[in-house]
């Protein structure tokens, strides 16, 4: 009894030392926070480069990665906390999302890039999230074991719901994007961030009226895409409330900057040129995954052959165009398009893992254990790379070091056709009765 009142002090204590009170810079009152400023830096500079992998890396064109640079770091300098680590990217998903971390790393995806007219509507979706990271509103919810999770368990759980052996690719390939997990936010958080950003904007010199548009275009891509805006209204519930409360704000500033050139549409123009130059074929990416996904290889692969021809040093592309070859029975193809994914952006998770299955499954066996590797390096112990680097060294012989890869898988995944495969190898070599 005493050992038990005693132990429930200690996790008190220990619970009280690890939250803290901090001033919320935007209310200036004192709010619980789970987070120090520095557990919440060290927190985003860890997650981020996660982060970027789960929303298929970078976009691969450093004019546009400088462009979002220096708008957000002009709209973060007028913020409430200018001296945070601010840091912005453009990560290459289809899906139009934007996502603020701990500490103030902030993405924005290729597909919402691709749908905004402006470097002031740029601005608004920026400076949204500034707003958020202003205001602390992530302060109690990436809490340490958030982060441990994601580190650690990442893709386990879906892998034990969906798993499989060998054949879908696509499935697997999904596990990762699959656990970005995001804030979701309030109401009122949400309409603080909506307040707060036209703030910034003004202050930076921008149209407020970027923002009303924002809103209006991705009000608009609700209705008609509503599957490619999931996560961005999962974490920033878009409502009616919400736009008509930015138009009233709109008409409360003055006209000085109400005016065309502070949208700012030339500048924008030239800085996504290659982006619009490659966007059709991202389209035709993205049709070819609806055909992979119904089964359709060689539709999806003679899709992809054009999309590739006419984006040929886009990596994603060339990592679809893998899958699609492998799914339509074309191996030698399949094996030559993931090297040059490989090639093209060589710390893209995605390139190296489906490199290895394909290569793997096309009896590349070293090769494979080479991407694998490196695919290893970049998201760290994920259960289904473990797994194809056992297969490996089973085809090579190699039992033992085959035999803790399966057994490493069995820690993480304990249901599925992979975890199957390893639990049987192991019994009938005798690691398991
Ligand atoms: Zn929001």
Redesign the pocket.
Known sequence: MEKEVSRKVFLWVLALALMGCAVNPVTQQSQFSLMSPQQEVAMGQKLYPLYTQMSYGLFQDPVLQDYVQTVGKRLAAVSHRPNMPYEFNVVNASEMNAYALPGGKISISRGMVTKLRNEAQLAAVLA??IG?VSAMHHATFYTRQTVAGLLTGLGASVLQASGTAGGDLLAQMGVLAANLVLMK?SRD??RQ?DELGMDYMVRAQYNPAGFVQTMAMLQEEGKRQPSLLESFFS??PLTIERIMASNQRLEQYGPDLRTPEALRQAPFEEHTHYLRQVAPAYALMDEAKENLNKGNGVRAASLLAQATAQAPKEALIWVYRAMAEKTAGNGREAVSSARRAAELYPTLYHARYVAGVILFHEGHHRESLEQLTEANKIVADQPSVIFYMGRNWEAMGQRDRAARAYYAVLKRVQKGPMAQYCYQRLVAWGYLR
């Open positions: 949204h999230e958020h936010y958080q949400e961030a974490s920033h």
